[in-house]
């Protein structure tokens, strides 16, 4: 195991218990998708990570929204920047 998998793993790992906090389980019982905005039963929400973990990103409060399974599967390993102009500009944009 190298150094980015054991990184990752320890992401996932504080990602699983930051969904037990009640800071998580507020912004479910809200149920609003962070990126498109409709409203979901809290079971068909995701966490999400703003900058995703393959790229860097923490699983923190700055960095985590509830996002609602079809934006997550469309954001994949995309910025919420990268998602916007690959949404404008109809292809992939990542950096």
Not at 55 to 73: E, I, T
């Amino acid at each position: 195991m190298d150094a980015q998998d054991s990184a990752y793993r320890r992401e996932r790992e504080k990602a699983k218990k930051l969904k037990k906090t009640q800071w998580w389980q507020n912004l479910l019982a809200r149920g609003e998708c962070h990126f498109c905005g409709k409203i979901f039963d809290r079971t068909e929400l995701t966490m999400d990570h703003l900058v995703p973990v393959s790229r860097g990103g923490s699983s923190s409060k700055g960095n985590v929204v509830p996002c609602c399974k079809p934006c997550n599967n469309e954001k994949k390993y995309l910025t919420p920047a990268e998602m916007i102009l690959k949404n404008q500009l109809g292809k992939d944009v990542s950096f």
